[in-house]
């Protein structure tokens, strides 16, 4: 029987996800225990390297999913010349991932794109198997729920509004698991309560646990056909 250990936007921070699969019982050993990443992998912290070690050994197992999330695109369009990445590495900590990644005597921000293409060059790759969506039973995963447009409707957008999600989206009978924004603050806006455990509100659960400032990581566990065990 898989048993599938769920979390989300570690941004940059491994040993605090080690330390919450550890406690949770994941047996880095056993074939059956897969992880499901809600994305957000990189960016803020500063062990962006571990972290793409770590992705990279259990993808080559097949024991990991890994959704995609916004610092993740932000990672994939700059690696493909998209995107120049001064804004985010302003404003989103995509600094310390390039830092990390590059080579040391790249001294231009071309330049090391040039050298982490050059040093890991099945990285675009594993950014763009990453997913939008995974599904276990009645549990949907998405890295920021759904966002709304007339024309389209209700689709899945990495970079949805959680508030807006929360309010209008019908979760029907499925149940929604998403990252991207801080529990605390679901906890604080939409409960009223002050707490940075997940966020739990009718069929929405929040589990990013603000890892780049707590050094904690929220873990699910589901079994193969989707009973939450933990
Ligand atoms: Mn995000």
Known sequence: MKKYFVFSDIHGN?????EALDEAGFNMDDDNHILLSLGDHFDRGTQNLQVLAYLMHFDKLNRIIMIRGNHDDFLLK??????????NIQ??????????????????????????NK?????????EKMIDKFELGDYVFTHAGYAYDKKRGWYIYNFASTPYFLKHFDTKDKYYVFGHAHASA????E?????????????????????VLNKKVHILIFDEFGNKLI
Not at 99 to 113: F, G, H, N
């Open 14 to 18: 491994l040993k605090p996800l080690v």
């Open 91 to 116: 404003k989103n900590g995509f600094g310390n991932t390039l830092i990390e990644l590059a080579s040391k005597d790249s001294v231009t921000i071309p330049m090391m794109r040039d050298s982490i």
């Open 78 to 87: 700059f690696l493909k010349n998209e995107s120049d990445g001064i804004f």
């Open 191 to 211: 409960l009223g309560i002050e707490s940075n455990d997940i966020f739990e509100m009718g069929n929405f659960i929040g589990i990013d646990a603000n890892t």
């Open 119 to 127: 040093r890991f060059p099945n990285l675009i790759t594993l950014l």
């Open 186 to 189: 679901m906890n604080y806006y």
